[in-house]
């Protein structure tokens, strides 16, 4: 992948591996990007994951062409970025370790290296010349690690964007941008809406080209396409108008009715109804259509006094990840004492700026003809709420 006559990419592809982070399914890969400032000093900008690391340093010494690394600028420490750093340091003895200060904790908690003489410690703004290029340091915390920086190339108008604007899928997998990019930061960034923030409005201070992501393709091409994008997600504005219908159903019941109701609020002109199976379909997914709508309608039967169990993982999700600022409908299900609506609703009411309908459904065991008023009303209130 051709960057630029100076930068170079040298990060590899993994399409071994089945759950990134041990939990969210990436059937097509992963990639872990690197990349090599080459001026009269050499900047190696972040390493990758131990487990591509045969490949990766290989591609390292043919981007090097003979030479040696001056600096290893570590941008975030978690270990698909910083696996192979150990082995770095030792590999080039006389290379400089640019980081900040929590950096090097971390490093002390990962590995068994002395660095008391060859470290680079920066703060917020901090510059480093390598000959033509500069590299400025921007502090990212919380964005999503605490030690967490950015790094701007001020000839080339570069942002080294760490973990921001990443995505899975390998290099090489076709697939739309914004789809896994979502799925990805929603999942794992989407908690640390704020810090997204404060670093977007660090990045408009300066005029970037090409943004080089840890992880995902190059960005070199409409970039207020995707910096939107960020401004919504990290703002959790609905990025589109529709209703997503979350269903947890034991034996059929429960879909059932998701299902008829997802087919009147069509009836009443609503263009957009999304609709998923949280026993079957990839929590991950749903976890990224419930922030990609504005709207939202939760079913499930009662299960020990609660919602079904897989309601309450996904409930659990969108907790710890600040889901809020959207309308959501309800609708429960119970043979002698449904009690999913009270359980669901206990969740929601500890998000932020959650509007719940009050409209709430309640079927015994099966949906029939003595339902349909009700399902009606939560239809219409529901597309009443964009």
């Not at 899975?168 to 809406?193: H, S």
């Not at 939560?378 to 597309?383: C, E, G, N, S």
């Amino acid at each position: 992948m051709f960057i630029s006559d100076s930068v170079k990419y040298i990060g590899v592809d993994d399409r071994t591996i089945d759950l990134f982070e041990s939990q969210y399914v990436v059937e097509n890969g992963v990639s872990y990007n690197s990349y090599l400032i080459v001026d009269e000093k050499v900047a190696l900008m972040d390493t990758v994951d131990k487990r591509g690391l045969d490949e990766w340093s290989k591609n390292l010494e043919n981007a090097l062409g003979g030479r040696s690394v001056d600096y290893i600028v570590v941008q975030h420490m978690e270990p698909d970025h910083a696996g192979s750093l150990a082995y770095t340091i030792e590999k080039y003895p006389d290379a400089i370790v640019v980081g900040n200060a929590k950096t090097f904790v971390y490093i002390n908690q990962f590995f068994d290296v002395d660095l008391s003489d060859r470290k680079l410690e920066v703060k917020e703004g901090d510059t480093l010349s390598l000959g033509s290029h500069t590299l400025t340091f921007l502090m990212a915390p919380m964005v999503h690690w605490p030690e967490v920086m950015v790094s701007y190339e001020s000839s080339e108008k570069i942002l080294f964007s760490a973990d921001g604007f990443g995505k899975f899928g390998a290099l090489d997998a076709d697939e739309d941008w914004a789809c896994e990019a979502r799925r990805y930061y929603f999942n794992i960034v989407g908690k640390y809406g704020a810090p997204v923030q404060a670093l977007l409005k660090k990045a408009k201070t300066v005029e970037i080209e090409k943004i080089l992501p840890l992880h995902g393709p190059i960005l070199d091409e409409n970039l207020g396409y995707y910096i939107d994008l960020y401004d919504k997600w990290s703002s959790y504005t609905p990025e589109n108008e529709g209703v997503f219908i979350a269903y947890a159903s034991i034996h059929g019941n429960t879909k059932k009715a998701a299902e008829i109701l997802a087919d009147k609020i069509r009836a009443l002109g609503e263009e957009k109804v999304a609709i998923s199976d949280l026993s079957r379909e990839d929590m991950a997914e749903c976890v990224e259509d419930a922030f990609r709508y504005d709207r939202m309608i939760l079913c499930s039967a009662t299960y020990d006094g609660n919602a079904f169990v897989p309601m309450e993982d996904f409930l659990h999700h969108l907790q710890i990840k600040d889901y809020q600022k959207r309308t959501v409908g309800l609708l429960e299900n119970g043979t002698w004492a449904p009690a999913a609506a009270k359980s669901m609703r206990s969740y929601l009411e500890s998000m932020k700026n959650i509007t719940i309908l009050d409209d709430v459904v309640s079927i015994k065991s099966t949906y029939k003809p003595e339902n349909e008023a009700a399902l009606d009303k939560l239809a219409q209130a529901i597309v009443r709420a964009k």
